[in-house]
């Protein structure tokens, strides 16, 4: 994926220079792609776009090039994530037509790209980067010679692309609008006085707009300063919006760093406050309760997602057999189309998305619902593509999440999906009501729990974090509702700090993994209150310790086998079901203070972005 942004002003109603504003907009999407960056405007009276792009941070690339201080009131800016073609300067974005006239930049892929570039090509269109982008300017110049009119050559330039795009385009033939077209890539508008945006994300014009429009596939139309145009591609004909501008809430503290040195620390001590959020919105209204009515409907269900969420999603499959004895389907939302043939009418797919516009999950959610399942989404991004492409929406309103590394939405995620599980084990009979208002007293004190642990623990993981640092490979394991939260600290370790860290099952050891362990392996236990915790400390602590590993454990102070572990990472003791509320946090601080002590950005993981729309 790739950040854009663009912005057109009346020159002089910004309330700063408009390429600053557009600079510190393409600095807020830096998490979406970071490989290479490039602005593009239209200084007053010119018959060229100017282009200023590179290879590099975008930092860096402000030191040469001033993208801060380029001219003019309609500029558009990209961070890339290279898919096609190499991060060079040449193919970073923007890119132009023949003439320099116009200039694009793109989030998405050209699926068709090689088939239009050689059309063009035989036309005498010189190309000179190796990316997909490049045909888009070519061919809307192409199709100008026709129209002679810029919107519809751009227009009838989308009707023909295929894959997924959100692409923002200036040209000197009309200077003062951004053409915009979105298909399974996100892009919004911002409004202002005098002046507005488009760009990939909200925290890029948070700071000059709150009012938003969130485009859906298939719009295309252009913005002014003082105007919005869309249009559904599909009906040809023009869509009505001012019911759809929202206003956001949000404080620009929220998508800022805010004194701490990383993104990912912040949002590691937001947690508890994300929490509050999470329980005021499930209490608040009724969509939880409408959740559970259609899955107690519901003759088979799926849980997907990708990543942390796909922990998530699981930690929610393993309490629906425990607590519920329902079984339900987790996979992996890449590999839908193993799990869509049995898909039918009656089924009910749950696809948990922190931003709603992961590829993978669009395509399992739009591949079971075409054989007749109900999709539920729970998201962290109101409006994005998978809860407006489900029946039914359920929000964890953690906020905005800017470290490439989900912290503060995975936990939300577990509240979320802890609450449904205990609601639907309530109605379905697998749990009384005592049993289930335990369960949610507990559930709703987890803001108090989670600040308590911050203070609790921070210290410790630091310590340890000195330690694994100069570590190449570490196992984490646990057993039931544990697992989940193990395979979250090991994909956290992995992505940031950059060390190979495997999770399993702990009591699959002894068929194969064991065999790597020697003198001074790590091994990193996730102890859950439950019945198992006899059979983890006494039975595979030992045994991992009897080879020379060195056994940290994710522990209750209060576990009575504590003292089996070398290095104890001291958590409250709750119910069982709190397991990834409770556990996470330690192996959140580990892998943040693993990385900083490698000397890594911890938001910025190479080869990485936050929201893959890639498949
Ligand atoms: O936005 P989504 O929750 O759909 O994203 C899914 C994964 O791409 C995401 O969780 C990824 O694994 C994170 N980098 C994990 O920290």
């Given at each position: 994926m790739c950040g854009i942004i663009g912005l057109t002003c009346i020159p002089g109603s910004t309330p700063d220079r408009p390429s600053l504003m557009v600079y510190r907009g393409l600095l807020r999407l830096e998490y979406r792609g970071y490989d290479s960056a490039g602005v593009a405007s239209i200084p007053t009276g010119s018959s060229k776009v100017v282009v200023l792009k590179g290879k590099g941070k975008i930092i860096e690339l402000e030191k040469k090039y001033g993208f801060s201080k380029v001219d003019g009131c309609t500029i558009v800016a990209h961070t890339r994530w290279a898919t096609?073609?190499?991060?060079?300067?040449?193919?970073?974005?923007?890119?132009?037509?023949?003439?320099?006239?116009?200039?694009?930049?793109?989030?998405?892929?050209?699926?068709?790209?090689?088939?239009?570039?050689?059309?063009?090509?035989?036309?005498?269109?010189?190309?000179?980067?190796?990316?997909?982008?490049?045909?888009?300017?070519?061919?809307?110049?192409?199709?100008?010679?026709?129209?002679?009119?810029?919107?519809?050559?751009?227009?009838?330039?989308?009707?023909?692309?295929?894959?997924?795009?959100?692409?923002?385009?200036?040209?000197?033939?009309?200077?003062?609008?951004?053409?915009?077209?979105?298909?399974?890539?996100?892009?919004?508008?911002?409004?202002?006085?005098?002046?507005?945006?488009?760009?990939?994300?909200?925290?890029?014009?948070?700071?000059?707009?709150?009012?938003?429009?969130?485009?859906?596939?298939?719009?295309?139309?252009?913005?002014?300063?003082?105007?919005?145009?869309?249009?559904?591609?599909?009906?040809?004909?023009?869509?009505?919006?001012?019911?759809?501008?929202?206003?956001?809430?949000?404080?620009?503290?929220?998508?800022?760093?805010?004194?701490?040195?990383?993104?990912?620390?912040?949002?590691?001590?937001?947690?508890?406050?994300?929490?509050?959020?999470?329980?005021?919105?499930?209490?608040?209204?009724?969509?939880?309760?409408?959740?559970?009515?259609?899955?107690?409907?519901?003759?088979?269900?799926?849980?997907?997602?990708?990543?942390?969420?796909?922990?998530?999603?699981?930690?929610?499959?393993?309490?629906?057999?425990?607590?519920?004895?329902?079984?339900?389907?987790?996979?992996?939302?890449?590999?839908?189309?193993?799990?869509?043939?049995?898909?039918?009418?009656?089924?009910?797919?749950?696809?948990?998305?922190?931003?709603?516009?992961?590829?993978?999950?669009?395509?399992?959610?739009?591949?079971?619902?075409?054989?007749?399942?109900?999709?539920?989404?729970?998201?962290?991004?109101?409006?994005?593509?998978?809860?407006?492409?489900?029946h039914l929406a359920l929000y964890t309103r953690a906020g905005p999440e800017i470290g490439v590394a989900a912290t503060k939405t995975f936990i939300t995620q577990a509240l979320a999906l802890a609450w449904l599980a205990v609601s639907y084990a309530l109605a379905s009979g697998g749990l009384s009501s005592s049993e289930a208002e335990g369960i949610r007293g507990e559930l709703r004190d987890s803001p108090r729990i989670l600040s308590e642990l911050i203070s609790l623990v921070e210290e410790k993981a630091k310590m340890l974090s000195e330690w694994m640092s100069r570590k190449s490979s570490v196992y984490y394991l646990s057993r039931g509702i544990g697992l989940p939260v193990a395979m979250e600290g090991a994909l956290k370790l992995k992505e940031i700090a950059y060390i190979h860290a495997e999770a399993y099952p702990a009591g699959e050891s002894k068929h194969g993994p064991i065999a790597l362990v020697s003198e001074g392996f790590p091994v990193i236990f996730v102890v859950p209150t439950d019945n198992y915790l006899e059979k983890l400390l006494l039975g595979n602590v030992q045994e991992m310790k009897a080879r020379g590993a060195v056994a940290i454990g994710v522990a209750s102070l209060k576990t009575s086998l504590g003292d089996q572990l070398d290095y104890v990472l001291p958590v409250p003791r709750t119910h069982w079901v709190l397991t990834p509320l409770t556990h996470t946090l330690p192996l959140q601080l580990i892998a943040y203070y693993t990385a900083v002590a490698r000397g890594l950005d911890p938001d910025k993981p190479r080869n990485l972005a936050k929201t893959v729309t890639v498949e």
């Open positions: 096609h073609g190499a991060p060079t300067d040449i193919n970073a974005h923007p890119h132009t037509d023949c003439s320099t006239t116009m200039a694009i930049v793109h989030n998405g892929i050209i699926q068709n790209y090689r088939e239009l570039r050689k059309e063009l090509v035989d036309k005498g269109h010189v190309f000179v980067s190796e990316t997909d982008t490049e045909v888009v300017p070519h061919f809307i110049e192409e199709l100008y010679y026709k129209y002679k009119d810029i919107y519809s050559a751009f227009k009838k330039t989308v009707e023909v692309l295929e894959g997924s795009y959100a692409i923002a385009l200036i040209s000197v033939v009309e200077p003062d609008k951004i053409f915009f077209a979105r298909k399974d890539s996100p892009l919004v508008l911002g409004l202002g006085n005098g002046f507005n945006f488009v760009a990939s994300d909200i925290p890029a014009f948070l700071e000059y707009s709150r009012k938003v429009i969130v485009l859906r596939d298939y719009e295309v139309g252009y913005i002014t300063p003082i105007n919005v145009f869309i249009e559904d591609l599909r009906k040809n004909r023009s869509v009505g919006y001012t019911h759809r501008v929202r206003f956001i809430e949000w404080s620009i503290e929220d998508a800022s760093k805010g004194g701490y040195a990383h993104f990912m620390i912040k949002e590691i001590f937001e947690q508890p406050r994300a929490l509050k959020n999470t329980l005021q919105g499930i209490e608040g209204d009724n969509s939880f309760q409408k959740a559970v009515e259609i899955l107690l409907d519901a003759d088979r269900i799926y849980v997907t997602a990708a990543g942390t969420s796909y922990h998530a999603g699981f930690y929610y499959s393993l309490l629906m057999q425990e607590l519920a004895g329902t079984p339900v389907v987790p996979f992996i939302a890449s590999e839908h189309y193993v799990y869509e043939r049995a898909a039918s009418e009656g089924d009910v797919l749950i696809v948990v998305s922190q931003s709603g516009e992961t590829i993978d999950s669009l395509m399992a959610l739009r591949a079971f619902k075409e054989r007749g399942a109900r999709v539920i989404a729970l998201s962290n991004v109101i409006d994005s593509a998978i809860p407006r492409e489900s």
